[in-house]
């Protein structure tokens, strides 16, 4: 009897440990901090991120701001273009009725990097991970709302990777991840924003021409490896990017209420 009822709760345990979730509504302050091999598994969530390329070794850490409010930093070590992942407890396939916001930021003093949100059928194959959307260039040290809609899929993991792409020893940080229904999500005001403002490279390549209904307040270009390069406001409709070399650049653009988009362009 005895041994009947340890196999059972054996198998309770275990199905329990896998159960899918339906939404998921995380701000990891009941995560316990530390930092390199070891942290993860915590919560059913999991990670993936290279071999040391040198020293010291990328790392995925759960660190604190002050005594309870905690959250996720990825650490690229010595490594540069090299991702990383964070990788959600396992979710019931998404219907395409769901939306996932977070929180991220560059930590102080970092140089930038990125974020992105996708979908993996396998949480320890990364070959299968398939983006929901473009890339999120992470250059403030403050938390900034992103949201991104989840497609129907049969994956069954929500993937974070993120990318030091500017230089080695890159630290980019999330908190507060909300998975949830789209009915039960406002639009962030990043995304109402972004619907606002469209521009385009003109055809002689040296300006951003933009269409908005009102002037964004400010402008500022970043470089691939991270380095501002330009900053200022509008000429009419126009921001000059004619002293700038070819090549690929993040643009930061403040609008007239306050907000911040994020986008990129590329110089020919």
Same mark, same amino acid.
């Given at each position: 009897?005895?041994?009947?009822?340890?196999?059972?709760?054996?198998?309770?345990?275990?199905?329990?440990?896998?159960?899918?979730?339906?939404?998921?509504?995380?701000?990891?302050?009941?995560? @316990?901090?530390?930092?390199?091999?070891?942290?993860?598994?915590?919560?059913?969530?999991?990670?993936?991120?290279?071999?040391? /390329?040198?020293?010291?070794?990328?790392?995925?850490?759960?660190?604190?701001?002050?005594?309870?409010?905690?959250? %996720?930093?990825?650490?690229?070590?010595?490594?540069?273009?090299?991702?990383?992942?964070?990788?959600?407890?396992?979710? %019931?396939?998404?219907?395409?009725?769901?939306?996932?916001?977070?929180? /991220?930021?560059?930590?102080?003093?970092?140089?930038?990097?990125?974020?992105?949100?996708?979908?993996?059928?396998?949480?320890?194959?990364?070959?299968?991970?398939?983006?929901?959307?473009?890339?999120?260039?992470?250059?403030?040290?403050?938390?900034?709302?992103?949201?991104?809609? &989840?497609?129907?899929?049969?994956?069954?993991?929500? &993937?974070?990777?993120? &990318?030091?792409?500017? $230089?080695?020893?890159?630290?980019?940080?999330?908190?507060?991840? &909300?998975?949830?229904?789209? $009915?039960?999500?406002?639009?962030?005001?990043?995304?109402?924003?972004?619907?606002?403002?469209?521009?385009?490279?003109? $055809?002689?390549?040296?300006?951003?021409?933009?269409?908005?209904?009102?002037?964004?307040?400010?402008?500022?270009?970043?470089?691939? $490896?991270?380095?501002?390069?330009?900053?200022? =406001?509008?000429?009419? =409709?126009?921001?000059?990017?004619?002293?700038?070399? @070819?090549?690929?650049?993040?643009? %930061?653009?403040?609008?007239?209420?306050?907000?911040?988009?994020?986008? =990129?362009? %590329?110089?020919?």
């Amino acid at each position: 009897m005895k041994l009947r009822l340890l196999i059972g709760t054996m198998m309770l345990t275990a199905f329990t440990a896998h159960a899918q979730v339906a939404t998921i509504n995380e701000n990891f302050n009941n995560f @316990t901090l530390g930092q390199g091999q070891g942290v993860f598994p915590q919560n059913q969530w999991t990670t993936i991120f290279p071999a040391a /390329a040198g020293n010291p070794a990328p790392m995925m850490n759960v660190v604190a701001n002050g005594a309870s409010d905690r959250f %996720i930093q990825s650490y690229s070590g010595a490594n540069q273009n090299t991702p990383q992942y964070l990788i959600s407890p396992m979710i %019931i396939a998404p219907a395409g009725d769901k939306t996932i916001t977070f929180k /991220a930021r560059r930590n102080t003093g970092s140089a930038p990097g990125s974020v992105q949100v996708g979908l993996a059928s396998n949480p320890t194959d990364m070959s299968t991970f398939v983006a929901l959307g473009n890339a999120a260039f992470l250059s403030s040290d403050v938390f900034q709302t992103l949201s991104v809609p &989840v497609t129907a899929s049969s994956s069954q993991y929500i &993937v974070f990777k993120f &990318v030091g792409a500017a $230089a080695p020893h890159t630290v980019l940080e999330i908190d507060d991840v &909300v998975y949830a229904a789209s $009915a039960s999500l406002s639009v962030t005001d990043q995304n109402k924003a972004h619907n606002q403002i469209q521009f385009a490279v003109n $055809a002689e390549n040296t300006a951003l021409h933009f269409v908005a209904g009102k002037d964004p307040k400010r402008i500022q270009v970043y470089s691939a $490896a991270g380095r501002k390069v330009s900053e200022g =406001k509008l000429s009419g =409709k126009n921001y000059d990017i004619s002293p700038l070399q @070819t090549g690929v650049y993040y643009v %930061i653009i403040e609008t007239a209420e306050g907000q911040t988009v994020q986008s =990129k362009f %590329i110089k020919k």
